[in-house]
């Protein structure tokens, strides 16, 4: 069972360059998350979405664009790194049936912008 | 906007030792779900909690929910060295849609 994969699971960037974190899940689940993960910071939401072509700003949304084409796909496009975006991403996904289900996490990307 | 509060940010025990994580909503919670991360890992869902009041275990681990749904706890008894990692709590809003707000965490550090 995949469950949910994330690429590249490793990324330098260089300050002002662009990327996009996979991230893929095969349970059919209609919600799909990002969090980045900061030493101290616990889990920060960045963006979800509730269903393929819908998509909302979570906590630290700035500098982050996501789409949901597809119920399988929510990739998360960094537009211009910045340092400050040094982290690690995690891709989550769940159902939502009346309450919400559990969560289930990515490998997580470990992002280093220089 | 919603917030979650978790202490202790950090808990040193002795192996066999008690060990407790508390979380504290500045809202009302639909549910709050516990989440498990070893060191260089990945969150892992542990339990979901929706009703007032609700208590469940699962072996040594016990997990509650307040009366009013912005509270709850962890308890682990008798901690072990496989219990070694951050221990996360995270509410649900009462839109049910809304994402996750997860505690901080508290790391849980094991001496044998």
């Known amino acids: 069972n995949a469950g949910v994969t994330q690429t590249p699971k490793f990324q330098v960037l260089k300050t002002g360059q662009s990327m996009t974190l996979q991230c893929a899940q095969d349970?059919?689940?209609?919600?799909m998350s990002w969090y980045r993960q900061d030493p101290g910071m616990g889990l920060r939401l960045i963006h979800y979405?509730?269903?393929?072509?819908?998509?909302d700003q979570g906590e630290v949304p700035n500098g982050y664009n996501v789409s949901r084409s597809t119920t399988e796909d929510f990739p998360l496009r960094l537009l211009s790194a910045a340092p400050s975006q040094t982290s690690v991403y995690f891709c989550?996904?769940?159902?939502?049936?009346?309450?919400?289900?559990?969560?289930?996490f990515g490998q997580g990307t470990r992002l280093t912008v220089v | 906007g919603q917030q979650v509060m978790q202490i202790p940010q950090y808990q040193h025990v002795q192996e066999g030792e008690d060990f407790t994580t508390y979380c504290n909503s500045s809202?009302?919670?639909?549910?709050i779900q516990w989440y498990k991360q070893r060191p260089g890992g990945h969150p892992v869902f542990l339990i979901q909690?929706?009703?007032?009041?609700e208590v469940k275990k699962q072996k040594r681990l016990t997990f509650q929910f307040g009366e009013a749904k912005k509270n709850s706890s962890l308890h682990i008894t008798a901690t072990q060295t496989t219990d070694v990692g951050t221990y996360f709590c995270?509410?649900?809003?009462?839109?049910?849609?809304?994402?996750?707000?997860f505690g901080k965490g508290t790391h849980l550090i094991i001496q044998p």
């Open positions: 809202t009302t919670l639909s549910n």
């Open positions: 349970m059919n689940h209609e919600y």
């Open positions: 909690l929706v009703k007032s009041g």
């Open positions: 995270a509410g649900v809003g009462r839109g049910g849609a809304d994402g996750l707000t």
């Open positions: 979405s509730v269903g393929a072509g819908i998509t």
């Open positions: 989550a996904s769940s159902r939502i049936q009346g309450a919400r289900t559990e969560a289930f």
